[in-house]
């Protein structure tokens, strides 16, 4: 089934079944989007809010018409009996909750990222092998129709070979915004906007381009009074040989997010800041292969966003297929996470498979070198 008739399907009818139940943990700002994401979605139902703070986790629940709030993953457990949990906390505490909820043979939806070093991502593959539940990353960029149309040309060989990428995340983010205790810091955040920011642009940018085998890079603080870095910038090469440039900020002024793909036929951009529909893209085709404009135009248009990658877990539950963006999926995202932070560092370009265990960046991005011990000017 393609992706935008999975978007467009209506509920299922023809079973009886109770919902499947739903507990997300962390209340905070990014759990709203999930719970409006999983209200709008059939056979979805949340049962409970989970926050350590008991006023937090209450005002949620009345918003989003939640029955029951805990304290714990134990304690919803033990009061609703939930399929899966959403994990919206912070990022140092994504893998201890996932691994509790995978304890409980229970399905895990991750918030990005979704562990905070390659180590941690293996710790979770190993849990998932050995329990009844699934993990499933949000990286809701990959899943809108314009994304699966242009894997299928890809996919045809109607555009021809990638050639030159573009991947840019150029947000800003003020000094208040990492004055909130957590932010900016590798013990908590796991790194900086190559992280918590770009890692959603250059996820998508792999899903369509496939498997990235080298990267050189740099990053820096040169603005914010932060632990991490505020900018990096990397070269990445592709399997394919493609050659794509990424860059991560939060000290651009004018916000974008945005992709442009050159194939051998056509070029292919994307330009939004959170989220996009198909009039966000642009196909121009090389002269010769103006038809390839009339194939980008049809079809339907689903956006990206949480509602359109939970429609796809809603399917894979009901079906007990693999969750969309697994943990397998997804490692090669975190991978040139850590590689990046490598290469910035080390001064040395990095290959793919370069970072094991005997790696000082397999168990944290930072290496624990101090990358920016000394310090910066803010003047």
Partial sequence: MRIEETLTAGPVTS????????????????????????????????????????DRAKEFAQKWKIGTTAASIAHAVDQTAPDVVVICTPPSSHVPLALEALGHGLHVVIEKPPAMSLAQMKQLQAAEEGSSGTVSCIFQHRFSSAVQRLRELQESGQLGRPLVGVCNTLWFRNQAYFDVPWRGLWDVE????????????????????????????????????TDTEDISAGVVRFESGAIATVINSVISPRETSSIRLDFEYATVELEHLYGYDDGNWVLTPAPGHEYLTELWSSGANSP????????VIAKSLREGSEPPVSLRDAYQTVELAAAIYASSITGKPIASGDIGPESPFFGRMDGHLDPWKQEVSFA
């Fill in 15 to 54: 079973s009886p079944v109770r919902p499947t139940s739903v507990a997300i943990v962390g209340t905070g700002g990014i759990a709203n989007a999930h719970a409006e994401a999983l209200s709008a979605q059939p056979g979805l139902a949340i049962t409970a809010a989970i926050d350590i703070d008991p």
């Fill in 190 to 225: 796991g790194g900086g906007p190559t992280m918590g920011h770009g890692i959603h642009q250059f996820d998508l940018l792999l899903h369509l381009w496939g498997p990235w085998s080298q990267v050189s890079a740099f990053a820096a603080k040169l603005a914010r009074k």
């Fill in 304 to 311: 990206s966003g949480h509602a359109s990658q939970y429609a």
